[in-house]
């Protein structure tokens, strides 16, 4: 970097790319990013149980919602790295918000045709958008500060994920849902009056409309911030100041004999699956369960056993971060998952609707997941040149939010929605064990680190 420009900005680039302090407004506004597709996650938490009812679907066949969502973020991962890489981060995120709006947009006609596939279209296109956005910003919150913070930065980026979590599903249980039971009021018209109970189905798809509408406005509010911010290019330089950059095969090459890394992206493949299925049918086990009981509950009143899950995700996630800052991360991961593992398991098996709240109670140790194995699976990337595509193939991990839910749904098909949830349960436990696995690599904890930082400095 140009040393007068240097000394205009509040931060230096090191040459692998970190900087040496935090700017708290381009981290701040990095970090709601992650609100952001959060709050697409949430509210298709509330289509499953939506579409379900109108459309007459299986617990298998609802699940293709996530199938949709996630399979954008699969195939689009690396094409965003490489424009990322052509481009830089910031430019990466404001396409994100742009293809966000669109895919906010395409539910309009969406809901007017009544159309399964069409909302699926709608998904998939927001979920091209929300792949720029992680793409862009996971690795860049890692970025934006000292290297020895990274994992630290990210998780504290990762609250806001959190917030984004309850803000979606307030949307939905307030903008979407009735105070009645809809997949009962459905079967209820199907039986008695069917033309009805397409004109009565219609009209409840309408109403998927309004929490888009508020998130399209949003998108194209933070499209004109980030276009007059100024933000940090984090970008690995060569000796002579200029950017590193490295080809596609070349990447593919150097990550080919990385074993640790691929190991990673299996485990966030599984971790990510396990979080999806979770969430996906908490509210259809929440209804499942009460009307077997023959004490039916309603839609909005389900909805309240999402919003305290997520409300417990973000005390997990703050709690969290606090013990990353005193503790190895495989032993605080590791405890998370295992223990998550246990509370599943009762929700398979202990009857009545305590096992709903064993449900949302694991989401506490749900927190700290995705952050800390994103970010210590880009760690294996030594050279810096690879670190776009590195965190896209990770990105790229989170298809197990497409398959892993849908083979929930079958199992839920095939014998109850409660005992499914054994499903998550064994994927936790993976995680956990890979954590585990792990504990001799990870021999330093984060005072360790500092001291060790500080005295190299020295």
Known sequence: MDKTAAKKLPWVESPDGYLDRTPVLQFAMTSVLFAFWAIASSLNDILITQFKAVFDLSDMQTAFVQSAFYAGYFIVAIPASLFIKKTSYKV?????????????????????????????FAIFVEAIGLSFLETSADTYATLLGPKRLSTLRLNVAQTMNALGLLTGIMLGKYLVFQDSNLHTEMQKLRATDPQKAIEFGSEQLSRTLQPYMVVMAIMLLFIVLFAIVKFPKCRPQTKEGDVAKATLGETMTYLAHNGRFWRGIAIQFIYIGAQTGIWSFTIRLALNISEKAGAPISDRAAANYMIISYIIFFVGRISASYLLSKFRETRVLAAYMVIGFLILVGTAFIPGMTAVWLAVIASLFLGPGWPTIYSRTLKTVEDRRHTETAGAIIVMALVGGALL????????????????????????????????SEFKRDKYTPKQLKAMAEGSEA
């Open 92 to 120: 990466g995120i404001m396409t994100g918000l742009a293809f966000f709006a669109l895919g906010c947009f395409i539910f309009f006609p969406a809901s007017r045709l009544v159309t399964y596939e069409i909302f699926l």
């Open 405 to 436: 839910p849908m083979a929930q749904g079958a199992l839920s098909d095939a014998t109850t929605m409660q005992f499914s949830f054994i499903l998550p349960a064994i994927e936790l436990l993976i995680v956990g064990l890979y954590f585990m």
